[in-house]
């Protein structure tokens, strides 16, 4: 099993729409769970931080479910600049290092 | 403004070249961070850094060097023994090992 999995998409969704995408996760002892956001070409800004059970900015929503291992993202009302790569990261136990999940593109629709 | 800067931003190079990407912060952070991505692909770690004069190898290090000579500054170098250096080179910084990292806006490495 991939240390970050996550389902590549795309994700096609039209304007308005609720979409959702999970992350798995394999070290039971990570903490700390980030969404990143990347724009074709461009380095990953971070979206959201979640450090216990989820975390809300306006329409954006972070879940964490530790049981079963995994982080998700839900977007409300998408918007057409909501269009990118989402990336899961989860810091490694214990070391400095960070683990990539490969991303879920979505694509809002006019 | 406090960020990251990294220069250039297109590099190209001839084989058997070395090249040295470089990467500055002045956001007093402690941990530096080298990441390589390739299309289809999650970011893969090259080399961190804890605290100046220290690093430690990431999970494809070879081919590659870095120093941390100064706090701020975190260079990379990509030598001629790196097979497939073409790729998006990312460099990031953070306060803590659990901690929030930010990322530069990358150099886009093209071997000719």
């Known amino acids: 099993r991939k240390e970050v999995e996550q389902d590549p998409g795309p994700f096609n969704v039209p304007e308005g729409a609720t979409v959702a995408f999970n992350c798995t996760y394999s070290?039971?002892?990570?903490?700390?769970f980030f969404w990143y956001r990347q724009d074709c070409r461009k380095e990953p800004k971070l979206l959201m931080s979640?450090?216990?059970s989820g975390n809300e900015d306006g329409r954006f929503t972070a879940q964490l479910n530790r049981a079963s291992q995994y982080i998700s993202l839900l977007i409300r009302d998408s918007k057409l600049s909501d269009s990118a790569t989402y990336l899961c990261?989860?810091?490694?136990?214990?070391?400095?290092?960070?683990?990539f999940g490969t991303g879920t593109r979505l694509k809002v629709l006019a | 403004d406090g960020g990251i800067t990294q220069s250039p931003k297109y590099l190209f190079r001839k084989e058997g070249q070395n090249v040295t990407l470089s990467c500055e912060q002045n956001?007093?952070?402690?941990?530096m961070y080298w990441y390589r991505q390739d299309p289809g692909q999650g970011l893969r770690l090259i080399y961190y850094?804890?605290?100046?004069?220290?690093?430690q190898k990431g999970d494809i290090a070879e081919g590659y060097s870095v120093s941390r000579e100064k706090k701020e500054s975190f260079p990379l170098t990509v030598t001629s023994a790196q097979k497939n250096p073409t790729a998006f080179y990312l460099c990031?910084?953070?306060?803590?090992?659990?901690?929030?990292?930010?990322f530069g806006p990358g150099t886009r490495l093209t071997v000719l």
């Open positions: 990031a910084s953070s306060t803590s090992r659990t901690d929030t990292q930010y």
């Open positions: 956001l007093n952070h402690d941990a």
């Open positions: 070290n039971s002892a990570s903490q700390s």
């Open positions: 990261v989860v810091p490694r136990g214990g070391t400095y290092k960070y683990i």
């Open positions: 850094s804890q605290i100046v004069n220290d690093f």
């Open positions: 979640v450090y216990s």
